[in-house]
C-alpha cells in the first residue's frame, strides 16, 4: 500500500508509570498532497504562460505598482536593461 499518511505514535502507561504499549493514529494525505501537486503544475502553467508570452503582461496592484512583467512588456516600453 502506497501513499501519503501522517502518523502520530504515543506511548501508553499503566498507572504505575509502565509502558504497556503505545497508541497510533494515521491519517490518510494523499487528497492533499494531489491538490498540491495540482496547485504546483497550474502555477508552472501560468508563470510559462507569463514569461514566455511574446504580449507584454504586467501584474499590477490596485494602486497601479507593477508587482512582475514579462520581456515583451521590457520591450514595449522600450526598457532595455531586465
Known sequence: M????I???SPLHDYDGKLIGCIHVARDINECKQAEKALQESEERFRSAFDESAVG???VTPD?????V???FCRLIG????
Open 7 to 9: 502518523v502520530s505514535v
Open 57 to 59: 503582461m504586467a501584474l
Open 64 to 68: 497601479n505598482l507593477l508587482l512582475r
Open 79 to 82: 526598457f532595455k536593461d531586465y
Open 2 to 5: 502506497g501513499g501519503y499518511f
Open 70 to 72: 514579462n520581456d515583451a
